[in-house]
């Protein structure tokens, strides 16, 4: 496994987010947005399970790389 390929998801429940680190840019838009979920100073730096599923799909989709996406999981 690569290291500086890894990809790893998060969940709450109903959202996962998926982190692609290779892709992420550090332009600290998910921290300033939602530093409940997102904490880099941390291990593991996302915590899913602080947020809603609409702050956090909101705050998501304004990450300029595309390191962070998103799925809804299934009932």
């Keep these: 496994m690569d290291a500086k390929d890894l ?4 969940s709450n429940g109903e ?8 892709l992420c840019k550090h332009a600290a838009e ?4 939602n530093p409940d979920v997102f904490k880099p100073r941390e ?5 899913a399970e602080n947020s809603t599923t609409e ?7 304004k990450c300029p790389s595309g390191a962070l996406t998103y799925y809804l999981n299934s009932k």
């Design 30 to 33: 998910c921290v300033k947005n």
């Design 7 to 10: 990809t790893k998801e998060y």
């Design 55 to 61: 702050k956090i799909i909101e705050t998501v989709k």
């Design 15 to 22: 959202v996962t987010i998926v982190w692609k680190n290779a």
């Design 43 to 47: 291990k593991p730096w996302i915590h």
